[in-house]
């Protein structure tokens, strides 16, 4: 598994231990170290597992950290994890029994848990990649089912797409599985398998303007890719990127929405509530579905809880 570290010292030791702690036991553990500040990497290094290897690298991004990592790993399986996310006991053994229960899979997804800051957790994300219609919004770069936290794959399907774009740090998970889903179809273990830390310091609180313009640019590019036409060139797209009002109101709704259901994740239930209104408002076909969706993901999850149980 491949963990991209940068300026987190806060969370790398639980992210490692919980690596450390599967139930699926044979592992290879790299720490791709991003020119970080702080003591992260010392942290990582001090784990005395000869499982973790920890490379230190010049800042490049994230993209270049997971790539480098790529290029390191030795196993027939690839999983990558941020350093400030945990996984669960069960994961790894979970996904890999579902990506080798049909050779049609490539990769496989899991619901996880939000997290605070301060580790407390208030609610959850992820939804089936399996429903009807979703395997043709992945092709197309319109939808990333779970976090990039959660995933794995075959590191020679990985290889195979290309890795990731480095060009494209905010959206490279996207666009990355977008291509994957050409190799085969993708899965979502519907029940929680690790835990996603939404905190002030994360890319998607900093950058969701930069987020949405590249999002429509890799749909382009995926969607040309499926269709055999030339794929856009990035630089051309961002200069003459020019949101249209209509996606301006559908930015708008769905920023309303997420940061709704945050806020009744976190038991804030009145402003939630207000928001969700205000995203009704503008885009109540898209938020009426989005609604549908969590309460049938909320379903599934508590079913597949019981039947554990």
């Not at 990497?41 to 690298?57: M, Q």
């Not at 979970?94 to 899991?110: F, H, K, T, Y």
């Not at 976190?266 to 969700?276: F, I, M, S």
Request: proline share 5%.
């Amino acid at each position: 598994m491949i963990i991209p570290l940068y300026n987190t010292e806060e969370y790398i030791g639980a992210c490692v231990a919980s690596v450390l702690g599967q139930t699926h036991q044979e592992l290879e553990v790299i720490v791709v170290d991003d020119g970080s500040t702080d003591g992260g990497a010392a942290i990582a290094e001090g784990f005395d597992d000869e499982r973790v290897r920890v490379e230190r690298l010049a800042n490049q991004g994230v993209g270049a950290a997971r790539n480098h990592g790529l290029d390191l790993a030795k196993g027939e399986v690839v999983a990558f994890l941020d350093a400030d996310d945990l996984w669960y006991p069960d994961k790894l053994a979970e996904q890999i029994a579902v990506l080798e229960s049909d050779p049609r899979v490539v990769a496989v997804g899991a619901v996880f848990q939000y997290l605070s800051g301060d580790g407390r957790p208030f609610g959850r994300t992820g939804q089936d990649a399996r429903e009807a219609g979703t395997q043709e919004r992945l092709k197309r770069g319109q939808l990333m089912p779970f976090p990039i936290s959660s995933l794995i794959t075959y590191t020679g399907a990985v290889r195979a797409a290309g890795g990731f774009d480095e060009s494209l740090p905010p959206v490279a998970d996207l666009d990355l599985l977008a291509r994957l889903a050409l190799a085969g179809s993708v899965a979502t273990v519907m029940r929680p398998l690790g835990a996603y830390r939404v905190h002030s310091n994360a890319m998607t609180s900093r950058q969701p303007d930069e987020m949405k313009m590249l999002a429509r640019f890799v749909e382009q590019r995926a969607t040309a890719r499926l269709e055999g036409r030339p794929a856009p060139d990035l630089d051309a797209f961002v200069s003459s990127y020019r949101p249209t009002k209509a996606q301006r109101r559908q930015d708008g709704a769905e920023r309303r929405f997420r940061d709704a259901r945050l806020l009744a994740m976190e038991g804030r239930y009145v402003k939630a509530a207000v928001l969700c209104a205000v995203a009704l408002a503008a885009r109540p076909a898209y938020t009426l579905r989005r609604i549908v969706l969590r309460l049938r993901a909320r379903r599934t999850s508590a079913g597949v809880a019981r039947h554990g149980n």
